[in-house]
């Protein structure tokens, strides 16, 4: 019996990069099955767009924007760290290469979902 392919596609737009990257990694990490509170993802969305979450700014700016704590943020780097997605690069705490993307860009995703 021959598979049948569905395709759907599926366009939105959003106000900024930090949104964009926010429903980007909800994606991502929903897909992967990888149960990330909200806050630790608006965290990794957050890093992606600025670089890094060794910075002091940095670090407070995501603060005072998402009304949180400096140890709060230190707990959520500790857990993404064990799950693999934060690395420590030269003293710096990033977010793994391989799922940073150019937010400051449109993005295409395709998403291939099989079965059998």
Same mark, same amino acid.
């Given at each position: 019996? &021959? ?6 596609? =599926?366009?939105?737009? +959003? &106000? #900024?990069?930090?949104? =964009? ?5 909800? !994606? =991502?990490?929903? !897909?992967?099955? @990888?149960? !990330? ?8 969305? +957050? ?5 890094? !979450? ?5 670090? &407070? &700016? +995501?603060?005072?924007?998402? $009304? ?6 230190? $707990?959520?780097?500790?857990? @993404?760290?064990?799950?693999? /997605?934060?690395?420590? #690069? ?8 391989? /799922?940073?993307? #150019?937010?400051?860009? #449109? ?10």
């Amino acid at each position: 019996m &021959e598979k049948t392919i569905t395709f759907q596609k =599926l366009k939105k737009e +959003f &106000e #900024d990069k930090f949104i =964009l990257a926010e429903r980007y990694y909800s !994606l =991502l990490f929903t !897909l992967n099955n @990888l149960h !990330l509170t909200e806050r630790e993802t608006q965290l990794v969305a +957050f890093s992606a767009v600025k670089g890094n !979450l060794s910075n002091a700014n940095v670090r &407070e &700016e +995501f603060c005072r924007i998402y $009304n949180t704590s400096f140890p709060t943020i230190n $707990n959520m780097i500790s857990h @993404l760290r064990k799950m693999g /997605i934060v690395v420590k #690069d030269d003293k710096k705490i990033k977010i793994i290469p391989k /799922i940073v993307l #150019d937010f400051e860009n #449109d993005i295409t995703l395709e998403i291939k979902l099989m079965h059998g």
